[in-house]
């Protein structure tokens, strides 16, 4: 299983990014995707989750209304659009997805938010 982050950066407050995960090793269309991240002195959250079909999204509170989960089963991608950014998103963001019982993680995208 291989999970690749891209699409990170330093974005203005109020400005967007898109994360992307491109993932290899496993039969993408299977399994739940998610999204985390984590900043400095804290601890790793959950950020987004989607299903296996797409149809299915959840979202922690704090970026519910401005950032979507989605996936491309045919492209073997998940995605991360992140719109109206604070400073408080700010942190690495990483990819995941649980495989026989296994957790796999990427290796992360930095997202900075600052004027």
């Known amino acids: 299983v291989q999970l690749v982050e891209s699409g990170g950066g330093l974005v203005q407050p109020e400005g967007s990014l898109r994360l992307s995960c491109a993932a290899s090793g496993f039969t993408f269309s299977w399994y739940t995707m998610n999204w985390y991240r984590q900043a400095p002195g804290k601890e790793r959250e959950l950020v987004a989750t989607?299903?296996?079909?797409?149809?299915?999204?959840n979202y922690a509170d704090s970026v519910k209304g401005r950032f979507t989960i989605s996936r491309d089963n045919a492209k073997n991608t998940v995605y991360l659009q992140m719109n109206s950014l604070k400073p408080e998103d700010t942190a690495e963001y990483y990819c995941?997805?649980?495989?026989?019982?296994?957790?796999?993680w990427g290796q992360g995208t930095q997202v900075t938010v600052s004027s």
């Open positions: 995941n997805t649980r495989v026989a019982a296994r957790s796999y």
């Open positions: 989607v299903t296996i079909g797409g149809g299915g999204t």
